[in-house]
């Protein structure tokens, strides 16, 4: 138990710090983001009206990931993450007064451009706070939080717009982006450019890359790892069909499974149990091997969960199998997380992030439009069932090209002259 707690990230001040305010952050935005849409809806904007309130969300980052990489990896972590807090606060504080349809667009993008600088600085910057040996057990409480706030957040927007005081909860998340600008600027850990100490993988096959802001930067730096490489094109295919079934399952839910309006709400607290399991799974993964057949089974996994969603009975059964489904998602993603992490030197941690950022936003837009017509030509279930068969072949064929790498890998270390 003692070992336990000195092994744990929790005994590191900057780390309690970070955690803690991104969590609350994260429901925060959770407030703000259900509330938008819900008030979009309420507007009359209809669907399209809100498939492009989601289309503009993802923009930003698909747009910005090539100068986001770079400037995460060559300025001040806490510049840019106090510029980009304070930022989103005030967008905040302005919906809060004016929630017409176009404030609502024009204050998500602005969020999300800021937030496009954001992610990928503190994704480098939280190795360099808790050390190389505990970058996975750092990723999964974070996305084990996340996991929790994102649901009590999202419930609590929908309340006050219910409550028709929806103000409030811009303002509340406003005031969690200003607890967030207070953490960077508490945290005592600062990330400007490389340390010499860099990362697990340091071999002189990937030198660092000279910092620039092309948005192939970061994928040309991916592209020399041949266990990363699979991984990165594979889950953008898998982020394409997870995601285009999100339109969808409220017409699986409600309609062929005849839940309640409360029963479908009830879904995210299964998904953030899902989630949070899945994050405590991955926490206990130490070695680049585990976390490379972690991430491909993981996800996998998740994608024959589908196939068995898309056929459920009754509600209550989708129910456990939706937090079976996610906790296997969110092992895959935080495994993957922290491989990716840990595979990349410090120098170039910043480009690499906001490389997968951008590109995963790019394959949420592709999903909103599959989802849709997925639906009109499929339905619900068939469309679970499709997803879910392709969302397997695709991290087969990933599963085994990493396992190939991961050998390949192992067999060049032991061929080293002394090793």
Same mark, same amino acid.
């Given at each position: 138990m003692k070992r336990s707690f000195q %092994?744990?990230?929790? %005994? *590191? =001040?900057d780390a309690r710090i970070a955690l803690v305010a991104r969590a609350l952050s994260t429901a925060g935005t959770s407030v703000t983001s259900i509330a938008a849409i819900l008030l979009l809806h309420n507007h009359g904007a209809g669907a399209l009206g809100v498939a492009a309130f989601l289309a503009a969300l993802v923009i930003p980052a698909i747009a910005t990931m090539g100068i986001a990489g770079k400037v995460a990896d060559t300025m001040d972590s806490r510049v840019v993450l106090v510029t980009a807090s304070l930022a989103q606060a005030a967008a905040v504080v302005a919906l809060g007064f004016d929630h017409d349809i #176009?404030? *609502? @667009? !024009? %204050?998500?993008?602005? *969020?999300? @451009?800021?937030?496009? @600088?954001?992610? #990928?600085t503190w994704s480098a910057l939280v190795p360099r706070i808790v050390g190389e040996d505990r970058i996975g057990k750092a990723i999964s409480w974070q996305q084990g939080l996340a996991a929790v706030a994102s649901p009590i957040g999202a419930g609590f927007g929908g309340l006050l717009v219910t409550l028709d005081d929806v103000a409030w909860g811009f303002w509340a998340d406003a005031a969690t982006y200003v607890v967030l600008a207070g953490a960077a600027l508490a945290i005592q850990t600062r990330r400007h450019g490389a340390i010499t100490t860099t990362s697990a993988r340091c071999d002189a096959a990937s030198p660092a890359a000279p910092p620039d802001a092309r948005w192939t930067a970061g994928l040309r730096i991916v592209a020399r790892d041949r266990i990363l490489l699979p991984l990165f094109a594979s889950i953008l295919v898998f982020v394409v069909?997870?995601?285009? *079934?999100? #339109?969808?399952? !409220? @017409?699986? !839910? =409600? /309609? /062929?499974l005849g839940a309640t309006n409360w029963q479908y709400g009830l879904s995210e607290f299964f998904a953030g149990a899902g989630g949070l399991i899945g994050a405590a799974i991955a926490a206990r993964l130490s070695t680049g091997t585990g976390r490379g057949r972690a991430a491909t089974i993981g996800f996998g996994s998740a994608g024959v969960i589908l196939i068995v969603m898309g056929v459920a009975p009754g509600f209550w059964t989708y129910a456990v199998l939706l937090t079976v489904m996610v906790a296997a998602f969110g092992t895959g993603n935080a495994a993957t997380g922290a491989l990716l992490m840990s595979r990349t030197t410090d120098a170039q941690r910043g480009r690499v992030s906001a490389a997968l950022n951008g590109l995963a936003r790019t394959a949420s837009l592709i999903a909103l439009g599959l989802g849709g017509m997925s639906n009109v030509l499929l339905g619900a279930r068939w469309t679970f069932v499709v997803a879910g068969i392709a969302g397997a072949i695709t991290m087969a064929v990933a599963g085994f090209a990493v396992v190939r790498a991961q050998r390949a890998e192992a067999a060049a270390v032991e061929a080293i002259p002394g090793r």
């Open positions: %092994t744990s990230i929790w %005994t *590191i =001040r #176009p404030m *609502i @667009f !024009v %204050t998500g993008v602005v *969020i999300s @451009f800021a937030q496009a @600088f954001v992610q #990928p069909l997870v995601e285009g *079934i999100n #339109p969808v399952e !409220v @017409f699986l !839910v =409600r /309609d /062929d």
